[in-house]
């Protein structure tokens, strides 16, 4: 079946314009995860949802960054007046339930290059 | 919170020969330990998971090992082929399901 999908795959944006990247999880799936990868690095943890409900978003990095899933499907991560630092791989990952034993099923992340 | 150290942060071996990578986390309270192999470009594949009421886990040329007493665990690669080159990452479970990740490994294999 369909694996997470995530667009765009590249986004090159001047400093201070605002983007919105989307995912696409499996259908079905209850849990939504975003994760920033800088270069080099490990993924970092954005925001989760269960379902509609934002149930964490610590790991936004600043009051720039929103995420949203209001039909408890797709979700889209909107970053606000880009910055430099904001440059990264996007990752979006989708588990079936609500249980933190389950395997994360990661999408192809969006590239966001801010100039 | 919790905290994951993933070494070496760079490994190479010889075809055939195998490969380990070492993982520490800091909150006793994670109980899922997941593995994920990321070629360059691309998304992360899971290769192969423990969870915390099991010691050892293997697939095929792939294994996984666990102590919750010292709080690491770690991947070991047998008979290692040039499609093993990648990067690997180590996670642990923190709160609301999330995942920390280590820093990654990047696995060469010399032919």
């Known amino acids: 079946g369909a694996g997470v999908s995530q667009s765009p795959r590249y986004k090159v944006a001047k400093r201070g314009q605002d983007v919105a990247l989307r995912c696409d999880p499996i259908?079905?799936?209850?849990?939504l995860f975003w994760y920033q990868q800088a270069l080099g690095q490990g993924p970092e943890f954005l925001t989760y949802?269960?379902?509609?409900?934002?149930?964490?978003k610590s790991g936004l990095p600043s009051d720039r960054f929103f995420a949203e899933r209001p039909e408890g499907s797709v979700s889209t991560l909107k970053i606000q007046r880009t910055q430099q630092e904001d440059s990264a791989v996007y990752l979006c990952?989708?588990?079936?339930?609500?249980?933190?034993?389950?395997?994360?099923?990661f999408g192809p992340g969006t590239r966001l290059l801010v100039l | 919170g919790e905290n994951v150290e993933q070494h070496p942060s760079t490994l190479s071996v010889q075809e055939g020969d195998s490969a380990v990578i070492k993982c520490t986390y800091s909150?006793?309270?994670?109980?899922?330990f997941p593995w994920y192999k990321q070629e360059l470009g691309k998304r992360p594949q899971l290769i192969i998971d423990i969870r915390s009421n099991v010691g050892e886990k293997k697939d095929q040329r792939i294994a996984v090992t666990l102590n919750k007493t010292a709080k690491h665990f770690s991947l070991h690669i047998t008979e290692t082929q040039p499609e093993d080159s990648a990067v690997y990452f180590c996670?642990?479970?923190?709160?609301?399901?999330?995942?920390?990740w280590g820093a990654g490994t990047k696995l060469i294999i010399k032919p």
């Open positions: 990952a989708s588990s079936p339930g609500t249980g933190g034993l389950e395997t994360q099923y």
């Open positions: 996670a642990a479970s923190g709160s609301n399901y999330q995942l920390i």
């Open positions: 909150d006793s309270a994670s109980n899922y």
């Open positions: 259908s079905g799936h209850v849990s």
């Open positions: 949802f269960q379902n509609e409900a934002q149930l964490d």
